[in-house]
């Protein structure tokens, strides 16, 4: 692994656990040139299915893509960044487990406002905002109902 402060070739691993409930192990490392220490996450990579826009589209899954569509309605959210991994994992095992080779960006938001809506009650209605683009303050309103009282955390 290269060292990000120095570019050096030679870095040691210094301790390594698993992060994001086992679908990543996290490493910390140490360079052997300047001693500087930098963490590395380790994933396996698998092929992910294709995303279907809702233009007809088809463009390859982007996990960095769907990372920033979490992250902001969990901005000022008490959410870590380990549990934000996590559902990130849970997602994408989630869209695997599905077996297509496609699937529609639509899928893919239902999803992920299932995840968020677990996680964050806050941070779901956020996304669903933006994922159902409520044009008036009833739309909203109704989203709000749908979370029942017994869910909310």
Partial sequence: MQCPYCNADDTKVIDSRLAAEGAQVRRRRQCNQCQERFTTFEVVEVVM???????????????????RSIQLPLQKRPVTLDEQEAM????????RQLGE?????????EVVMSE??????????R???VYRDFQDIEAFRQELQNIKPTDAK
């Fill in 127 to 129: 996304f669903a905002s």
């Fill in 101 to 109: 080779r496609e699937i529609s960006s639509k899928s893919l938001g």
């Fill in 88 to 95: 990130i994992s849970r997602i994408e095992k989630r869209i």
């Fill in 116 to 125: 968020l809506k677990e996680l964050d009650d806050v941070a779901y209605v």
């Fill in 49 to 67: 299915p294709r995303i279907i826009k809702s233009n007809g589209r088809i463009e390859p899954y982007d996990s960095q893509k769907l990372r």
